[in-house]
């Protein structure tokens, strides 16, 4: 389950070095966070967006707690807009009989208020200044324990394809 760590913290590092505010860079995993629940439901964005902000936190000086809450109400409101962002959605989705798109057209509203309402919780939860970047000693690769999540996660992969049993 850790052997893909250092692919997470390679990535976090690269990432954070895009940008030059902390503003600038909550802003993307706020937006990050909530597309990506668009896609995916809600739960699944924030198990890979949180893990990869708090790795991120530890190569610069960011607010992690201001990013993590808004995270996690990006991906509760900005995800309402599909079937998919949010289990209660899947439900209402199947119960109403409307299309995918008249689900969106729907929820469209709804989700350009909240938005908004995220884009000025940016805004008013603190200054934005120059990301300082920190030195961070890697942690070591761990072949064993990536081959070992990477199976794992083939398995977890071809239970939900009905392919292999999950008893195993």
């Known amino acids: 389950v850790l052997g893909h760590l250092p692919v997470v913290v390679v990535s976090s590092r690269a990432t954070v070095a895009r940008f030059r505010t902390t503003r ?16 995916v ?3 699944v964005a924030l198990f890979v967006v949180i893990p990869f902000t708090v790795i991120a936190s530890r190569f610069s000086d960011f607010d992690l707690e ?26 209402v989705f199947h119960r109403s009989g409307w299309s995918a798109t008249t689900f969106v057209v729907t929820m469209l509203p709804f989700v350009a208020w909240c938005t908004a309402a995220l884009l000025a919780a940016v ?8 990301m300082r ?7 070591p690769r761990d072949a064993r324990a990536a081959i070992a999540g990477l199976a794992c996660f083939a398995l977890v992969l071809l ?10």
């Open 123 to 130: 805004f008013l939860l603190g200054r934005s200044h120059a």
């Open 24 to 39: 600038g860079f909550g802003l993307a995993m706020i937006a990050f966070s909530g597309v990506l629940a668009t896609l």
């Open 66 to 91: 201001d990013a993590v809450v808004l995270e996690i109400i990006a991906a509760n409101l900005i995800g309402c807009l599909t079937p998919l962002g949010n289990p209660q959605n899947l439900f």
């Open 41 to 43: 439901t809600n739960d």
């Open 159 to 168: 239970e939900v394809a009905r392919v292999l049993s999950a008893w195993p």
């Open 133 to 139: 970047r920190n030195e961070v000693d890697l942690p």
